[in-house]
């Protein structure tokens, strides 16, 4: 790959920050599986954001903290109430309907969000034995088309599953660039949204791989030791997972990753603002630019830039911009955009 991608914030660096905080826990022995001074001081970071009763486990990738959080919180007859789009639906491969056996209910929506209206129609045959029970409402945010829940769009949400008994799980693989598109603290979008159980997404935010479950509800946390185990998302030398999660949140790395990653969208949107032949699908509130174009001239520019086409049947493509994408990369890439689809 030459140049700078758009095709996904995964496709990014690793931020040196990250890389030198590996270095650094990389130094004498230290007891396994997360019995030691550097996942320590994570937890006490996450606590220090999230609040003291936070129980907080580290893990490999955001499958995998979305199969361990999900699993905690079903049983086998239950069911979570999702998006369409949702990444727990589309892009795991089946895991967590395979490993918790739970099934999932996806929902159409037209921005990627659910509301209370789409629960109420989703979630039926409560108490009827021929019918999975729904459990747990599963967002994700930012969503997979890059807009955000609002804290009291969160909250709403929250509020009507609680009513009811149902748990409310997110999937933050994009968290810190909700936070930073908001303006709230990570803690504070938790504990105001309210959130039950979070997979805390580092790795597209400048990490290697560090991702975490955040448990908001002590009393569900008890099962999740021997979740991550079985669900082989327990790594014995822990330490260099939560060296990267301190670099991210010890002096706000993961604010300063997530800002600069949507302002660089932001850029590109406004870039091509008005453009004959670029039609923008989605407000662009994080780090992911959404636009339909002609199918001729995505195979021209596919043939000079990274990225994906993100639904075929619409010609619509998917451009996403990281921490480490600068502002000529953007400039560069919107000019050639321009160029081509005025041709």
Known sequence: MTGASFGSDNHARVHPDVLAAIAEADSGWATAYGDDAVTEKAVSLFRRDFGEHAEVFPVFNGTGANVVGLQALLRPWE???????AHINVDECGAPERISGAKLVDVPTSDGKLTVEHLERAIWGIGDQHHVQA???????TTELGTAYTVAEMRAIADWAHER????????ARYANAAATLGVGLGELAAEGGIDVLS????????????AVVVLRPELASSLPFLRKQSMQLTSKMRYVSAQLVALLEDGLWLRNASHANAMARRLAGALEGASGVEVSYPVQANAVFAVLDRAHIDDLQSRHTFYVWDEALDQVRWMTAWCTTEDDVDAFAADVLATTSR
């Open 79 to 85: 069911a979570v109430v999702c998006t369409q789009t």
């Open 200 to 211: 805390f997404g580092g790795t597209k935010n400048g990490a290697m791989l560090a991702e």
């Open 135 to 141: 459990r747990v409402v599963s967002l994700t945010e």
């Open 165 to 172: 008994g149902l748990y409310l799980h997110v999937d933050g």
